[in-house]
C-alpha cells in the first residue's frame, strides 16, 4: 500500500507541476494578445462583483433590456422595451352579422330539430329495403296498368274495325 500511495503522490505533484506550467503559458499568452472586452478573463468569485460594478460606472450605461420586468431603480427603467404588440385577429364569424327573420323564437333554437334522429338511424337499413320494395310494387303496378290500356286501346281498335 505504501508504494500506491507513493505514486499516487508522484502523479499528484506531476499534474501540479504540469498545471503550474499551463498557467504560466497562458498567461505569456494573456500579456501578450489581450482578449477583447466583451470576453473578461475568469477570476475568482471575490474578485468578479467589484470589478462589474466598476465597468458598470465607467462605461455610465448598462447593456440590461428589461421587457417583462419593471425595475425599481430610475436609470434601469430607462432601459425597458415596450412589450411586442400581437397582430390584431379579426375573426369572419364574429364580424358577419347572424341572418334572423325576426320570427324566430330564441327557445326553439334550443330544442332539437328532430328528437327521433336516433330511431331513424336505427331502423334506416329497414326503411331503405322497404323503400326498394315499394318502388317495385309501384313499377309493377304501372307496368299492369300499362298493359291494361294497350288490352283496352286494342279492343277499342277492334271494335272500331269491325263496324
Do not use: C
Amino acid at each position: 500500500m505504501t508504494e500506491e500511495s507513493g505514486s499516487a503522490e508522484e502523479t499528484a505533484a506531476q499534474r501540479r507541476e504540469r498545471l503550474k506550467a499551463l498557467r504560466e503559458a497562458q498567461q505569456l499568452l494573456d500579456s501578450e494578445h489581450p482578449q477583447p472586452q466583451s470576453q473578461p478573463q475568469p477570476q475568482p468569485p471575490q474578485q468578479i462583483e467589484p470589478q462589474v460594478e466598476e465597468e458598470a460606472e465607467q462605461d455610465g450605461k448598462l447593456d440590461m433590456k428589461f421587457r417583462n420586468y419593471l425595475p425599481r431603480d430610475k436609470k434601469l427603467q430607462e432601459n425597458r422595451i415596450a412589450p411586442p404588440a400581437l397582430p390584431k385577429f379579426d375573426d369572419p364569424v364574429a364580424t358577419a352579422p347572424p341572418i334572423s327573420n325576426g320570427t324566430e323564437d330564441p327557445i326553439v333554437n334550443i330544442a332539437p330539430k328532430k328528437p327521433n334522429w336516433d330511431l331513424r338511424r336505427d331502423v334506416q337499413k329497414k326503411l331503405d329495403k322497404l323503400d326498394r320494395r315499394t318502388q317495385r310494387a309501384i313499377i309493377e303496378l304501372m307496368q299492369e296498368e300499362e298493359k291494361r290500356r294497350q288490352e283496352a286501346a286494342e279492343q277499342t281498335n277492334e271494335a272500331v274495325e269491325e263496324d
